[in-house]
């Protein structure tokens, strides 16, 4: 069963979306990201691309 995220659905603040650009621009890859910020991969996919960012995909 996947992971169950107590924070289904929640509004981005502007203290995560800084964060999520701050980690997007040092090249850190998806999994990451979503575990520093507790959300799920899928929303900060979402997320960066409603932001025009770039994530790395590891190799």
């Known amino acids: 069963m996947a992971e169950k995220f107590e924070r289904h ?3 981005w603040t502007s203290t995560e979306i800084q964060k999520l650009h701050l980690l997007a621009k040092k090249g850190m890859p998806l999994k990451a990201i979503a575990k520093s910020l507790t959300r799920s991969e ?8 409603a932001d025009k960012l ?4 590891l190799r």
């Open 42 to 49: 899928e929303s900060v996919k979402n997320r960066a691309k």
């Open 9 to 11: 659905k929640q509004p």
């Open 54 to 57: 770039t994530i790395t995909r």
